[in-house]
């Protein structure tokens, strides 16, 4: 059976964000709101390695095992349910708020290599939530840019526009060397995803250009 769907196009506004993702605050957004992620994982994570130890204590085709498989599963779906909740309600609030929503483009297949940070980021759930982004925009009109991963959005200051040279990821806050300008790092990067958003339009709807290297970045490496 298929269904013709004809969503409802929402009003335009002249309203725009800039979103910095990131591990301690979820999302950032230009305008300095942080929104914290539940991390259903992180949360469930001892009674999860409960569950998997009993369930391979437990004899194959028993009774017992299989009491303890249903249970293991019912504990995945609820943190997958919990961590869908929350991307779907923050997206469509994003998606109705703004006509103009700029994201970075992020390597997280690369990131997630990192066996110290894996976990976590695979359990933000950052792919999701570009793609209802990205779907959403579409459905109602608005639009969504992904820019180059290469951009220095960190290093860049959003006042001046000067670079300030990499910084580590425990420089939370910092001053511009040129306009004399106090940043929260994450804040900074947010303003000024949105300024190279808004200058890029063959970003629109995720599609990326080029990139420095000869390599073409693509969603989420």
Not at 109 to 129: A, E, H, P, Q, Y
Not at 194 to 199: C, D, E, I, M, P
Request: aromatic fraction near 4%; charge should be positive.
């Amino acid at each position: 059976m298929v269904c013709e769907v004809n969503p409802k196009i929402l009003p335009e506004t002249d309203n725009s964000c800039g979103i910095d993702l990131g591990i301690i605050d979820f999302a950032t957004f230009d305008n300095g709101e942080k929104v914290k992620a539940p991390k259903p994982l992180k949360s469930k994570l001892k009674r999860l390695r409960r569950l998997q130890k009993h369930l391979s204590r437990k004899q194959k085709g028993s009774k017992r095992r299989e009491v303890t498989r249903n249970k293991l599963a019912k504990l995945h779906a609820k943190i997958t349910d919990i961590r869908t909740d929350f991307l779907h309600k923050l997206s469509t609030k994003v998606i109705k708020e703004n006509q103009l929503i700029a994201l970075e483009d992020l390597n997280v297949s690369g990131m997630v290599r990192n066996r110290k940070l894996s976990r976590t980021i695979s359990d933000l759930g950052w792919r999701s939530f570009r793609t209802m982004l990205i779907a959403k925009g579409e459905m109602y009109g608005r639009d969504v840019r992904i820019i180059n991963r290469w951009e220095a959005t960190t290093q860049t200051c959003s006042c001046c526009g000067e670079k300030g040279g990499k910084k580590e990821l425990s420089v939370r806050e910092w001053t511009c060397l040129f306009c004399k300008t106090k940043h929260d790092r994450d804040v900074n990067a947010s303003k000024q995803i949105l300024k190279v958003a808004g200058g890029q339009l063959d970003t629109q709807n995720g599609l990326q250009r080029e990139c420095k290297t000869t390599i073409k970045a693509c969603p989420f490496g």
